[in-house]
């Protein structure tokens, strides 16, 4: 024991050790990660309870809603919650409902949503199922009935493919969305102005904030903020309108059905089609009709097997908003711009004389290939403005022929092009930014594409020796390769109409909050111009007003009292192997042809000649707008192109 | 000598006049702080606070108790329990057989361990006693070695002597208990001069004894998944993970100057499971930060310090001992404790001396303090 004290110091020197050893640790927690911890600690105390914004209402210009909301008592599932003995609680939920027990379980069997994601299995359900499953809790494990507010359509499937509609949010938007104030449970814009105005229409969730400690108990609530409503769009859209150019839309298509194809050899199809009101001054879109359509209610109370393989799976493809998600041969509708672009590039002027064979032949060119005019007469010369009124081929063949023959000369400098140019400035091949999902672009075609294109998706080359003098003769009477919407044409045609400004199609007036604050408008609506003097566009309006009296469109507007309301406008008919042809007529209509007002465009899918298929509707579109009484013109013949 | 001042010399060695009065400050001080501590955790629960009450009470309590233990082991001479070391070891091992026969010992709720005695609705614990215990027959076993440095045979007696209560008090199980018996015994072997060879073997021999219980199953699954979760934490289940995942957020949130008492949201909304017994600490570190923290750990050092003093000022190799072994408890346990709380040691159920909630452990440091003061008292007489 004599060691004792140096051997305690050896047992003080231990005890140092320990100190040091819980000092450093304590200073590495509490001085240099300390930040980390307070807000590990904020993280598990805070919890925050959530209550949904009503979504933004839908109105027409003189503010009709066209899609408000209304409540609705929502039977969900949790899958992860019904427990081992599912089968029977769908089963009970099945009688209570009265809906068939495979619908409830197709309804669940998705994998858009997560196992824990409350599924929405019934809508519109009575406070008497609410009050049973409540008071039988055990009995429906995993089921809930909440009240919510859905959409409600008071109109119907007016505007269906403009308004668009919502849907429970999927597994993986949820992902991107929970930052954003999205819960499991919210819906989504889904298509249409829904989808593209979801960012205004969803507004501001409400926010409880709750301390809680660890058994979840609430210790105190911090702040309330309540939801805020989604701001309501204010579209360009007239009811009045819209209602209209559906209504012709549908009776043209039924009328059309029951006419011959031009060969006579079977009826035509008719199968869809697009109308399209727009004021011409400013881009503003008074009226979209897409047909075939659907209803938007459907998907409010959840799409039955028959509406769901419908509307995804039929090959009319009714989801398809055929103004602005599909490209198609515009035929002689084209005619007025590329006469424009001949203009520009010198091929054409207006006192110059053109001659419209029955034939025409690329100069030079040894193919055989020959292009035929739409009669086998030879018409003689004639003024571009009478070119256009009764749509001669053969004069557009040949400023295409000196297109093509410009861009080999000046293949090495970026101004050959000049057709390709002149259409990109009309807004064609490229998307109009119109305030809707999914617009697509449409073709020009121009020398990379003649490379690239195809026979089929992987066949041989469509153009073997690359870019011919066919595709300029072609594309300048909007036949074969080149596509447009309806949308791209009734924008070119409105810059003609307007003086030279391409404006952009636009549904959307103002938005405003629920204050009554306008927080957005459209800006810049028509800050791009097309290169062309008024004089020039006043002669292609005038020579599509001499199409309505004297033209291609003279027998379809046979009786219209043009001294009330001036109409120009111009048919196509589009040929489209091996479908029925294209059926187009893009007017316009106003006081005079200085300032037309409207352009109204009409398209018939399978819908034969433009003056006997599209022009009709556009016709009585126009009585509608302007309140004439509905005539018909005379019954016209084949030839028109 | 006169009588005078023989009287005078003998007053002056009386052993009242001798009293470690900073030792006693500093124990009512961590006491003190122990039932802030335990006020805080029950102060914003809500439901609880009737159920708390009774607790920061029943704690009072024992301190008053622990007090009068004080009083009452101190008036006793320290060489009294030399005496008795023989009747006192034995008897704790009888109460570690005895608390594992059912009927007589209480299981606890998890049904898992059987560590204690009920009477009366009191609890105790024969294993927190059995520490003390331990400590006055190995001083008694060492003190009487004659040779400069205890030769092998004598570590190997004072090894016998620790390992019985170590192995039953292991089997309750309460693996804790066993780890600061065993540093009792290694620190009390230090200071009894233990060559450092012996020191060495001991140490390979434990270790492999270590071993040997892993790989006979001896340890129960929840303590061998505390380890794992202690090494490896990442990889480690939710369950396992909690208590320090909770734990080190509590004190890593309380920053350089704590999140203020009553503010802590760990603490106060009762995050940290066992925050009151094995968890006291946390309290502590989330309310009062690093410089709470580190208050805590000056009151242990000023306790280790005095009990290091008094082992060297003791009148004999038994007083030196004995205060070396308590000293060695102290120590072991405050850094087991604490350590595990803040990550740098596996969790094991010690309790920290003076905070932790339960009678048996706060009345058992108090003896200690107590039989620490009756060594001071008489080291000069």
């Given amino acids: 024991m004599d060691k004792a004290s140096s051997r305690l110091k050896v047992l003080a020197l231990l005890v140092v050790l320990m100190f040091v050893a819980l000092s450093t640790r304590l200073w590495f927690l509490q001085v240099l990660a300390t930040t980390k911890f307070q807000q590990e600690a904020a993280n598990n105390s805070v919890r925050f309870a959530y209550s949904e914004p009503v979504r933004g209402l839908i109105l027409d210009d003189r503010g009709h809603p066209l899609v408000k909301n209304q409540e609705s008592l929502e039977v969900r599932i949790t899958r992860d919650d019904l427990g081992s003995d599912g089968e029977a609680v769908i089963l009970r939920l099945s009688k209570l409902l009265k809906i068939p027990v495979h619908v409830i379980v197709q309804r669940l069997q998705t994998n858009q949503y997560y196992s824990y994601q409350p599924i929405p299995v019934a809508e519109f359900v009575s406070p008497r199922v609410r009050d049973y499953i409540g008071e039988y809790r055990d009995l429906f494990p995993g089921v809930e009935v909440v009240p919510t507010s859905v959409r409600e359509y008071p109109y119907g499937r007016t505007a269906a493919h403009v308004l668009g509609y919502d849907g429970l949010i999927h597994a993986d938007e949820y992902d991107k969305l929970k930052d954003k104030g999205y819960e499991q449970t919210d819906v989504i814009g889904r298509t249409g102005l829904e989808q593209v105005y979801e960012h205004y229409l969803r507004g501001t969730q409400g926010v409880q904030k709750f301390i809680v400690n660890s058994n979840g108990e609430t210790i105190r609530a911090l702040g309330v903020r309540a939801p805020t409503a989604g701001d309501d769009l204010h579209l360009t859209l007239d009811l009045r309108m819209q209602r209209a150019a559906e209504r012709q839309l549908y009776d043209g298509l039924l009328r059309i059905r029951g006419t011959p194809t031009s060969d006579r050899s079977a009826l035509l199809k008719a199968n869809a089609g697009a109308v399209i009101v727009m004021d011409a001054q400013t881009g503003a879109i008074r009226a979209m009709a897409s047909y075939p359509s659907y209803d938007p209610r459907w998907f409010v109370s959840g799409l039955t097997k028959g509406e769901s393989s419908y509307y995804y799976d039929s090959p009319s493809a009714p989801a398809l908003n055929r103004a602005i998600q599909l490209g198609y041969v515009p035929g002689s509708t084209f005619k007025s711009v590329t006469g424009l672009a001949a203009m520009k590039e010198g091929f054409a002027s207006m006192g110059g004389y053109y001659s419209c064979p029955a034939e025409y032949t690329h100069p030079g060119d040894t193919s055989g290939t020959v292009f035929h005019n739409w009669t086998t007469a030879d018409i003689g010369a004639m003024t571009l403005s009478h070119a256009i009124e009764i749509s001669c081929d053969t004069v557009f063949d040949a400023f295409g022929s000196q297109f093509y023959d410009h861009y080999v000369q000046n293949q090495l400098n970026d101004s050959g092009l000049l057709l390709q140019n002149d259409l990109h400035q009309f807004g064609f091949g490229e998307t109009t930014g119109v305030d809707l999902p999914a617009e697509t672009a449409g073709l020009v075609p121009d020398p990379t594409w003649a490379e690239q294109a195809r026979i089929g998706t992987d066949g041989p080359k469509l153009f073997p020796d690359g ?49 009554g604050d306008t927080v957005k408008q459209p800006e810049d609506k028509c800050s791009r111009t097309i290169p062309y003097s008024p004089s020039e566009l006043a002669y292609i309006r005038a020579a599509l007003g001499s199409v309505i009296t004297g033209g291609t469109a003279s027998c379809t507007f046979a009786g219209f009292p043009t001294s009330q309301v001036w109409v120009g406008g111009k048919t196509g008919t589009a040929e489209r192997p091996p479908y029925q042809d294209t059926s187009w007529f893009v007017g316009m209509a106003g006081k005079d042809a200085n300032s037309p007002k409207y352009i109204v465009l009409a398209m018939v899918e399978q819908g034969g000649f433009g003056a006997t298929g599209a022009a009709p509707i556009v016709r009585h579109v126009i009585e509608d707008l302007y309140h004439l009484p509905e005539t018909h013109g005379g019954g016209c013949g084949g030839g028109d192109l | 000598m006169d009588m005078v001042a023989g009287r005078a010399w003998a007053d002056e060695r009386r052993p009242v006049r001798h009293i470690d009065w900073v030792l006693a400050a500093v124990v009512v001080a961590l006491t003190s702080v122990g039932l802030v501590l335990l006020h805080s955790i029950s102060a914003t629960v809500p439901d609880e606070a009737a159920f708390w009450l009774v607790r920061i009470m029943k704690q009072g309590a024992t301190a008053g108790v622990g007090l009068i233990i004080v009083v009452v082991i101190c008036s006793f001479d320290y060489r009294f329990f030399k005496v008795y070391a023989g009747f006192i070891y034995l008897a704790s091992l009888a109460a570690l057989v005895l608390v594992k026969i059912p009927g007589i010992g209480a299981t606890d709720p998890s049904g898992v361990a059987q560590r204690w005695f009920s009477i009366a609705g009191i609890q105790i614990t024969p294993s927190e006693i059995t520490k003390l215990c331990v400590i006055v027959m190995l001083a008694a076993v060492l003190s009487q070695i004659r040779t400069p440095e205890p030769t092998l045979s004598d570590v190997v007696k004072a090894l016998a002597v620790a390992v019985v209560p170590l192995v039953l008090v292991f089997i309750q199980p309460d693996i804790g208990t066993s780890i600061v018996i065993a540093a009792i015994t290694v620190g009390m072997l230090i200071v009894a001069g233990t060559r450092l060879r012996h020191l060495l073997i001991l140490s390979v021999v434990g270790v492999l004894l270590i071993g040997l219980a892993f790989q006979l199953n001896v340890i129960q699954d929840f303590q061998v998944q505390r380890l794992t979760a202690f090494l490896d934490r990442a990889n480690a289940p939710e369950d396992a993970r909690y208590n320090l995942d909770q734990s080190l957020v509590a004190v890593g949130s309380g920053g350089l100057f704590g999140r203020g008492y009553l503010q802590g949201t760990q603490t106060n909304l009762d995050y940290v499971p066992r925050q009151h017994t094995d968890f ?95 060594i001071h008292m008489r080291r000069f007489t």
């Fill in chain 1, 467 to 515: 870019f011919v003098p066919g595709i300029d003769i072609l594309t300048m009477i909007g036949s074969s390769y080149v596509q447009v919407t309806p949308l791209q044409l009734a924008q070119a045609y409105g810059a003609i109409a307007n003086g030279g400004h391409l404006c952009r199609p636009h549904l959307v007036d103002k938005i405003v909050d629920p204050h």
């Fill in chain 2, 280 to 374: 006291i600490f946390t309290a502590a570190g989330e309310q009062f930060g690093f410089v709470g923290a580190m208050f805590i750990l000056l009151l242990y050092a000023l306790i280790l310090w005095r009990a290091i003093r008094i082992a060297a000022l003791a009148k004999d190799p038994f007083g030196t001992l004995v205060a070396a072994g308590i000293a060695s408890m102290f120590a072991i346990q405050m850094f087991v404790n604490i350590g595990m709380v803040i990550g740098i040691m596996p969790i094991t159920g010690i309790p920290l001396p003076f905070l932790s909630y339960g009678g048996s452990s706060i009345l058992v440091s108090f003896a200690a303090i107590g039989m620490l003061e009756s």
